[in-house]
């Protein structure tokens, strides 16, 4: 059966580079995004709470815990399929239920970044995605890499048969990130 579509499930620690890949892959090679944590930013946007990462984090722990593991699972893997996209990026898969069912999906590569826990702080305070995120402290930065979803992203991650190294600079993970598009056998041009 062939395959069309290349789906990478990036699994990295906090400001690992996740969204850099996404971002990379969409406007070189007009991929698509898919988050797990859209529809937690969208709950927490309707009831007016912070986007911080600890109310995310918990937010999604309840929801599976009230609605199955994989419940959020379940939806993006749906979206998926769906969408017409050649190259999808799931630039935050954090936990062995996230990928229960995209595993089964052909095209389904599970990716995992790397960076060392000091660049990942400052490009977190530099990056800003959450409201919180400029003003962390290192002891809040380490307190939040212990939240339940980040501790599972560890052992998610290594069961990722390819890895990125994001230690060095845009230019050389995006080498990374063309390497790897062509051992998936993916033309690089659309």
Not at 23 to 44: N, V, W
Not at 91 to 119: C, M, Q, W
Request: glycine fraction near 6%; charge should be positive; hydrophobic fraction near 35%.
């Amino acid at each position: 059966m062939k395959n069309n579509k290349i789906v990478l499930g990036l699994a990295g620690e906090i400001a690992s580079g996740k969204d850099t890949v996404a971002q990379y892959l969409e406007k070189t090679h007009r991929g698509g995004t898919i988050s797990f944590s859209r529809p937690l930013r969208d709950i927490l946007d309707r009831l007016a709470l912070p986007q911080t990462r600890e109310n995310m984090a918990w937010l999604g722990t309840d929801l599976r815990a009230k609605f199955g593991q994989d419940l959020l699972a379940k939806a993006i893997t749906a979206e998926v399929q769906k969408s017409k996209k050649r190259i999808i990026t799931l630039p935050n898969v954090r936990l062995e239920s996230d990928i229960k069912y995209l595993k089964k999906l052909p095209g389904f590569h599970l990716v995992r970044l790397d960076a060392d826990t000091k660049i990942r702080y400052q490009r977190l305070l530099k990056r800003g995605q959450n409201p919180d995120d400029k003003t962390k402290t290192w002891q809040q930065f380490l307190k939040d890499s212990k939240l339940p979803t980040e501790l599972a992203i560890r052992k998610v991650a290594k069961k990722a048969k390819y890895r990125l190294d994001n230690n060095g600079d845009f230019k050389n993970l995006y080498r990374q990130i063309e390497k790897l598009l062509k051992t998936l056998k993916l033309k690089t041009k659309n």
